[in-house]
């Protein structure tokens, strides 16, 4: 995609000074602008950059003043930054949206249903009794199984796994690779020292601007749901075990993991590599810090660290003395030492 | 599938107390029943949901008797829980055999051999010399390498990646997106700073009812065998390094990590997102607290907690000191004040 | 592929004692040998081993004198383990390369360009205005996007997935189902307490030598690109961020996580399960042991461990005193008892 100044001014609101046809068609740091990147110039610190950069087309404030010579064309709008962000937004939709259309490739089941507008791409499955909403694209090489319920504009890119049952909302984004309804890890130990599975016969349920990351699972549950509220939005290669439920709008860094049955509030903000014990209540709006490990209940708006977790400005204040560790066993022993001596 | 109660009391050996044609089509907790689901009565706790439930069929102990009225149709055994984790072994067991049959879309190499009753979904590959027992269900999308050796009853689960040489046994599943022998991670560091690749020939090889989870990986070794015993279940997003060998029935939780030529014992229970050091033997029977971290070889029956991990019981000593160390360091600076002013 | 006794010696410019029509088709450890294996004894300690192995061919010093009967063939060689290793190479050399050929099966866009000696898989696919190097392997069931660039000699191995913009450079080895090019987890908190996206149009560029482990993810940048240097060697399970630049030649064991914009040295050693926060600057020949949190910027040549980490020796020497904070604490109660009574 290419666009032009007069285009790009016509976008943002911003009235073009210079080259109403210079073309671009990436977008840059003005510190890395090339021959048809698009940059801006927000932060006067960058300034220098303005004079030397290669991009094409720069956004710059409406009362920018320009020192010496440049080459870019310049856009003046009200707000650079937000302007650029409204490009980057735009980009991205036009970028992200096949024309809408089912590959001769993929497998799509008789018994499935397919709104208007949905792209489905090669080497994509959808399985019986699968109904996938309005403008939803499916890119190669999905497999999305039986009994599945997709809501509109929702985005499941290439090699994500979407298992019998799931149900995802609208808006929602998953991710490559991702897997969302394997059987969740139920094993009961029997007589012989060995373990029998438990079946895990429920699903998982994704509300409406879900965003799931590369590489992450999502177990079904053994009984019921494992559900995913509203506007939450998981990062690479998190593990969500069986049964658990997570609060609207609770953002979690990657590679954490949370065990069975644990349930989560909304609002929460959880670090990445996080451990959470299965069968736990987190409260509203908790902050977990990057690491930490959790073996009990959490209260609303608590902010916690370490493992196992406690108050975060305790463990804090406890881990300072833990690197002191040696020089305050020292003075003990010094102390006893004298003491015994008296 | 549907049921209806006499055929699921049949099932479980029952009597039906209401509509014998009453159908099901799926399980539910008892809180959760609607139309069309069943569900059971275990705990007595859970009896006021019986007059409300919307399932269709409800198991009960044969001696429950109503002090209200209710709509669900009964469905009378000796032991509710036990009852309902029969038709769910069952269910499971109908839903995931399909019948056999090898996609037209599958690519099966002619030097490959399949026993009876094996199943290959749409773009499956199967390579040269690769062997695959009866009954196996390889999933669509599933890649299966050269030389591969699979026993009896096995499932492969969509995106799953079993590479060259690897040997899988009888009654296994391995879920979605999993990888089987892919190159361990050996490097040798060179003259100029920069690292040579250590040829990485070796295999995997699983015993029988091994299950592996979803996004695991499994290294092969550099030589010789990278070994998972019998009964070894591994949750998803393990990471298993080259030449590792697990005993028996271990059982492993998500996230965790095992690096190279370690060895673990049989009727080994490991947490979640534990990590243990390369070249370490673990004793059997040994039980691993989440997220702990392993640093040298552990004894039979120990239980052990802590990064760097030790005992169990003296970690959680330790550890309720560490919560108060700002007190008792403030204790011990006032004891040095006062000793050193008398 | 099959070699015999004579053609080993060749290779490794050694002389067969024995039968020169010896064959052998794998590799094997002397304690593990079997019929058609080729084997090699370096360490003295192993030759009570040869009088036993089935090995049909081992390699042995040039002075090697058999004190007992034996019935594998020898090939005399300078240097057996580096005669060894260098079969090795040679194996597995021959191993990965297919004849260069493209599936009918793979999809290949119109716009894409593909150099001599390129492998394409079946069910793989590769996207407008793709450049593909001399000699490359794209296995089956690969994706990638539009607008790549790949080196010459790279191979990338069944279901990883290369995003759109990548940049991937010479020599590289991509192993399963990684995911190199998604989108970074970038949200503003707005007014409403949901997230707005922040998009990811920013790209990832790996060097040349790049090995990326199975299921590992990299994050395209916000803006600008995610950076691999020269020589890195990424395990399996890693989680890369948006804007995170690794120096070249730095070595990253399984399951670390680098947060967002952080920038990693040259040479640095960071052991498994490591977790870094976002926006730091870790310095080159860094060591970090395995499972620590690193929250601040850390010098050239530290060696650090802990959460939060600090310097490696100081944290062991803490730690030693942290396993004995029972005793230590009880001294101290003691004390105070003392000191109060007098």
New interface residues.
């Given amino acids: 995609m290419k666009f032009n100044a007069t285009q790009i001014a016509e976008l943002v609101s911003g009235t073009v000074d210079g080259d109403p046809k210079a073309e671009v068609s990436?977008?840059?740091?003005i510190e890395?602008g090339t021959k048809g990147s698009l940059s801006f110039l927000a932060n006067p610190k960058y300034t220098p950059f303005l004079y030397s950069t290669a991009a094409t087309i720069t956004l710059v404030s409406d009362d920018f003043v320009a020192e010496k010579d440049y080459k870019t064309t310049l856009v003046r709008v009200a707000d650079p930054y937000e302007a650029f962000?409204k490009l980057?937004?735009h980009?991205?939709k036009i970028?992200h949206v096949p024309t809408p259309s089912v590959s001769e490739?993929a497998?799509v089941s008789e018994d499935a249903s397919c709104s208007d507008g949905v792209s489905i791409g090669?080497?994509a499955?959808i399985g019986a009794h699968t109904t996938i909403g309005k403008n939803c694209v499916i890119q190669?090489?999905v497999?999305i199984?039986e009994n599945v319920t997709i809501g509109d504009n929702t985005i499941i890119?290439?090699?994500a796994?979407i298992?019998?049952d799931t149900v995802i909302g609208s808006d929602c984004?998953i991710?490559?690779?991702a897997?969302i309804g394997?059987?969740g890890?139920g094993?009961a130990p029997n007589e012989s020292?060995?373990?029998d599975?438990?079946?895990?016969?429920g699903n998982v349920v994704l509300g409406n601007?879900v965003?799931i990351?590369?590489?992450t699972?999502i177990?079904r549950a053994t009984?019921?749901s494992t559900r995913i509220g509203?506007?939450v939005?998981l990062?690479?290669?998190i593990?969500i075990?069986h049964n658990v439920e997570i609060g609207?709008?609770t953002?979690i860094?990657?590679?954490t993991?949370i065990?069975g049955s644990t349930k989560i509030g909304t609002?929460c903000q959880i670090g990445?590599?996080v451990?959470i014990?299965g069968h736990l209540t987190i409260g509203n709006r908790v902050g977990i810090q990057?690491?930490s490990?959790i073996l009990k209940n959490i209260k609303d708006d608590s902010k916690i660290m370490g493992?196992?977790a406690?108050d975060y400005t305790?463990f804090n204040?406890?881990?300072v003395?833990?690197?002191?560790?040696?020089t305050?066993?020292t003075?003990?022993q010094s102390?006893?030492k004298?003491?015994n001596h008296d």
Same sequence: chains 1, 2, 3.
């Fill in positions: 990436k977008l840059s740091k890395e962000s980057l937004n980009y991205n970028k490739k497998f090669d080497n499955h190669p090489q497999f199984g890119h290439v090699g796994r298992i019998d984004v991710q490559n690779n897997v394997a059987d890890f094993w020292g060995s373990y599975k438990v079946p895990q016969t601007h965003d990351g590369a590489n699972t177990d009984l019921g509203d506007g939005k990062d690479n290669l593990q075990g609207a709008h953002v860094a990657a590679q993991g065990a609002h990445g590599q451990g014990s990057a690491k490990g493992y196992p406690f305790a204040k406890s881990y003395h833990f690197r002191n560790l040696h305050h066993i003075d003990l102390l006893k004298k003491l």
